[in-house]
DNA sequence: AATCTATTTAGAAAATTTTCTAAATAGATT
DNA sequence: AATCTATTTAGAAAATTTTCTAAATAGATT
């Protein structure tokens, strides 16, 4: 919560891709880490910040986690930025 | 040039605080610096940061150098969220 | 020309973030 | 119950970022 930990999660490539990659609907932390050349405790470590900043929401089913995107915090993000449209001078 | 550096930009919070101040117009390093509790010197490389982003722009005026948003950069982020709108399913 | 004023740059220390390896957890299968 | 499978957690190393102090720059004033 706050927009600092939500800022923070996007500043990094590897969680942007992952964001983008959910667009399709929720993937399992497997099939997610098996997009990048990197261990899955790292993929996951990146997922967790994700969930913390409340841009994804995790779904246990079987012994599987899936991840999918929460889009209303990405509305609240848009709405930050759209203070900079408003006040023009 | 590039996301990376916008969104790395826009990840700390001294930096957005910046930006927000920026809306009402053009504001002197100096001016900007004195409403942070820190040195000029580290304000300065939070402004180098910003500007190397594209998201803020600087003019020089007799010893001073004024800062301002460079709204063009906000709009390339917004399309950027955009993406998370339409690709739902 | 000397000095002042506003700001940046260089370099180092402190803080934070990213990544890995190894171990832990927990549900599913045998 | 033992083992397998998917994933996370802990702890440490490496990388990056933030901050400071001190010095540099460069235009304006005396």
């Keep these: 919560m ?4 939500t800022f923070k999660a996007l500043s990094d490539g590897v969680r942007r891709e992952i964001l983008l990659m959910l667009r399709g609907g929720k993937k399992s932390a497997g099939e997610i880490a ?12 990146h997922l967790s910040i994700l969930k913390k900043a ?3 929401t995790e779904e246990k089913e079987k012994n599987y986690i899936f991840y ?5 915090v990405f ?3 848009m709405m930050w930025f ?3 449209q408003d006040g023009q001078k």
Tied chains: 1, 2.
């Design 34 to 45: 098996s997009c990048f050349d990197m261990t899955n405790a790292t993929v996951s470590y």
């Design 54 to 56: 409340g841009l994804i």
């Design 2 to 5: 706050g927009f600092q930990e």
């Design 82 to 84: 759209a203070q900079f």
């Design 75 to 77: 509305e609240d993000i």
């Design 68 to 72: 999918k995107l929460n889009t209303s």
